[in-house]
């Protein structure tokens, strides 16, 4: 049974930590990969400037690194609120 | 129809018959047109596409033409289906005040599934959003939607700005700014698209191993106790695609609807 608070947002626990649960996992894997294409991506361009090419997957380890440091802050330290859910 | 169940549908390929196990792949998801326009060929998932969405057109009118006080058995089940949509994937995300993309969601969800269930039923038995060429389409439409009412709700400058959330220091703006942009501009939709493609993909990969093992053990051999098992698990792998099928049409509208709430709401 769904309970409904005055804005008529479904405050039902089980549907909206389901929604919570589905958006929070699919943007931690979308900043795994995000972090890794990006400085992969610098880490490729630098190293092609310089011809070193070891810059590619240095760059690709330090994304990881970032997007991992970064999910979490947001994700783990802080707690999870539902505001989070909506960015 | 192309590779290994055409060579399996040929029939006398079994063990122990110097025949090769016809393995699936690739090529089983290539169809032969049923006819061709110049450089235009229809095949079978654009017709089953078709006909999903025609399913879906047909239910709801039939359901709703002639909308009753006291609701018949196909008003019923259609005003369930709505409620199902609105109280499980767009209240918890949106609120009331999102109610209005309710017809979009529901139209979503319900022609996913129908292209998601088609894997299932006799015949049809190929899901269309294993090709993934159709999946871009509807991935493409939610991407341009949530992005055109980011920027109209928050503008151009705050849509970006909001990205990254509040408290961050700004040196490590600058450092998750590459990734914040990627993400939200590539990745966001490319796992959309990929996730309820590489689901229905591998689904009717297993499906079609296990029915394809099961016919190609079955012989006056020990490899019968094989096509036993064989069958056992096509059956297993049916009843789990019962599931998977519904499952990845929810996670695709409801993560439309989380995006949408990213776009309509200012970050807090």
């Not at chain 2, 269309?128 to 991935?139: A, E, H, K, N, Q």
């Amino acid at each position: 049974m769904s309970v409904r608070d005055r804005s008529g947002r479904d405050t039902s626990v089980e549907a909206e930590s389901r929604a919570l649960g589905l958006n929070i996992g699919w943007t931690v894997f979308s900043y795994l990969l995000s972090g890794m294409a990006a400085y992969g991506l610098i880490g490729w361009l630098i190293g092609r400037a310089v011809r070193v090419e070891i810059l590619f997957p240095v760059g690709m380890l330090v994304g990881l690194a970032i997007s991992l440091g970064f999910v979490i802050w947001r994700f783990g330290k802080r707690g999870i609120t539902r505001e989070e859910t909506s960015r | 129809m192309t590779g290994a169940l055409a060579a399996a549908a040929g029939g006398g390929c079994h063990i122990f018959s110097g025949c090769g196990f016809p393995a699936p792949g690739l090529q089983d998801f290539i169809w032969t047109p049923f006819f061709t326009i110049g450089q235009f060929q229809f095949t079978k998932p654009m017709l089953l596409a078709i006909l999903s969405a025609l399913v879906v057109i047909g239910f709801f009118w039939a359901a709703f033409r002639k909308p009753k006080l006291i609701p018949g058995r196909t008003q019923s089940l259609g005003e369930m289906a709505i409620l199902a949509v609105r109280d499980q994937i767009l209240r918890p995300s949106l609120g009331r005040k999102g109610d209005s993309y309710l017809p979009f969601l529901v139209s979503l969800f319900f022609f996913i599934y129908i292209m998601n269930v088609m894997e299932l039923i006799p015949v049809f038995q190929f899901p269309v959003t294993s090709r993934i060429g159709f999946v871009w389409p509807m991935v493409f439409t939610v991407y341009f939607l949530y992005l055109y009412l980011g920027f109209m709700h928050q503008g151009a400058w705050g849509y970006l700005r909001n990205m990254i959330p509040a408290g961050v220091p700004w040196p490590i703006y600058i450092i998750l700014v590459p990734v914040e942009l990627l993400r939200f501009f590539i990745f966001q939709p490319f796992t959309l698209g990929v996730r309820l493609f590489g689901n229905m993909f591998a689904g009717h990969l297993l499906l079609t191993i296990f029915t394809l093992a099961t016919w190609y053990l079955l012989s006056l051999s020990v490899g019968l106790l094989y096509a036993v098992g064989s069958f056992a698990l096509a059956i297993f792998v049916f009843v789990l695609e019962t599931l998977v099928t519904l499952l990845q049409a929810f996670i695709f509208t409801t993560l439309t609807a989380t995006y949408i709430a990213s776009s309509v709401e200012p970050a807090h």
